[in-house]
């Protein structure tokens, strides 16, 4: 018992720990797929020395109907290879680190997730350094110069991540992180304000200008779900949708970057028109949304409807939206930022989102079971007390 509790204990600490290590431009398989099989050979181990107390999470059945969905679907569809298995993996993930972490108590998950916090902190600083220091001005097969373009040259200081595509990936990381980190200064599981400070300063060196807009935005809209609604509120509201409008709007309406969200639409409206009902309903394959619109969908909602389909976009929709209930809404502290800067970004690989989602349940969860348990002794001590006094009065 005490070898299965240590392997399920080193399995839990590497898979939270690097469930955001992803090296692309470095390693043809990167550390974050190393630790999930640990996480999966852990939950195997466990349970076959544990058979009989062997659990499996309820909140990981609709992640289990989803991934069969995909799975009998892409099949059909010719999918791109490593994108498929980049979406299975990291809602994997979920059902792991769920499914681990659902015997551990909240001071080991605590403790684990500071460990992830800081060293997702000394990942992204690595990077930030070497992505600032080489600089890439021009892209491979293209022949677009950004020191030919006014205002675009900070775009080559976005290219040379070593762990993702392009710095914007890096920044949904860095999301991730900064609002779990808040999720967990704000149940007072840490005190210091320092990581945050940190990351916040991490995501600006991402130069992802969607990455930190959602920091603002998503602040913003955790305040006002956490409050009632009063006057003030609504005034300050309006202001704040005033200064959108007239200030910041103004300023990148004709930035490109915009600009080509309303194509993607357009583009979208246009596959939507042309598209069979087969396709329509189970997609076009991960990884093939530019065969079909002509570029990419930079647009989290949009891939998942092209890619997977109307389907395959609910039940994405379910499983990001499910747990709501369950974790009284802080698991929209990971979900606002993801969808607010999903609507210009598209990635596939987000163990780290999921791993992040797991543990909130799981706290949530614990301090629900530690709720309860408190209550019950409290009814029985007072039944105790009621049945003593009872049977005084009984003997006089």
């Not at 005034?235 to 300023?251: A, H, K, R």
Request: with cysteine.
């Amino acid at each position: 018992m005490r070898l299965t509790l240590n392997i399920r204990n080193v399995a839990l600490f590497f898979t939270i720990l690097f469930s955001g290590f992803y090296l692309t431009r470095i390693l043809s398989l990167s550390p974050v797929y190393i630790t999930f099989l640990i996480g999966v050979g852990a939950i195997v181990i466990y349970g076959f020395f544990n058979y009989r107390s062997a659990h499996i999470s309820r909140a990981s059945v609709w992640y289990g109907i989803y991934i069969f969905y995909l799975i009998v679907t892409q099949f059909f569809l010719e999918p791109d290879f490593n994108t498929l298995i980049n979406v299975l993996f990291s809602l994997s993930y979920f059902i792991t680190i769920l499914n681990i972490a659902f015997y551990a108590n909240n001071t080991i998950l605590v403790k684990y997730s500071k460990y992830f916090i800081w060293f997702t902190i000394i990942l992204l600083a690595i990077e930030a350094g070497w992505r600032l220091t080489h600089p890439v001005f021009v892209l491979e097969g293209t022949d677009k110069d950004y020191r030919d373009k006014e205002g675009m040259l900070f775009y080559a200081f976005k290219f040379s991540s070593i762990m993702f595509k392009d710095s914007n990936f890096v920044g949904t990381y860095g999301l991730v992180a900064f609002f779990y980190y808040y999720y967990l200064r704000r149940k007072k599981y840490v005190k210091s304000i320092i990581p945050l400070i940190i990351l916040f300063v991490l995501i600006l060196l991402t130069l992802s200008r969607s990455a930190i807009l959602t920091v603002f935005l998503t602040i913003v809209l955790l305040y006002f779900l956490t409050i009632k609604i009063k006057l003030l509120h609504i005034l300050l509201g309006v202001s704040f949708s005033m200064l959108l409008i007239f200030v910041v709007l103004p300023q990148i309406i004709e930035d490109e970057s915009l600009l080509s969200k309303f194509t993607i639409l357009e583009l979208t409206w246009n596959y939507l028109q042309e598209s069979s009902f087969l396709e329509f309903l189970f997609g076009v394959g991960f990884g093939n949304t530019v065969k079909h619109i002509g570029m990419g969908a930079h647009n989290l909602l949009v891939t998942h409807f092209i890619e997977s389909g109307i389907i395959g976009l609910i039940f994405f929709l379910i499983v990001n939206f499910s747990l709501i209930k369950r974790t009284k809404k802080y698991s929209l502290f990971l979900t606002i930022p993801l969808f607010i800067s999903g609507m210009s970004l598209a990635g596939h690989a987000i163990s780290f989102y999921y791993a992040c989602l797991a543990l909130i349940y799981v706290i949530e969860r614990n301090e629900r079971k530690s709720i309860s348990t408190h209550t019950n002794l409290q009814c029985r001590e007072v039944c105790r007390k009621s049945s003593a006094k009872y049977n005084a009065t009984n003997i006089c």
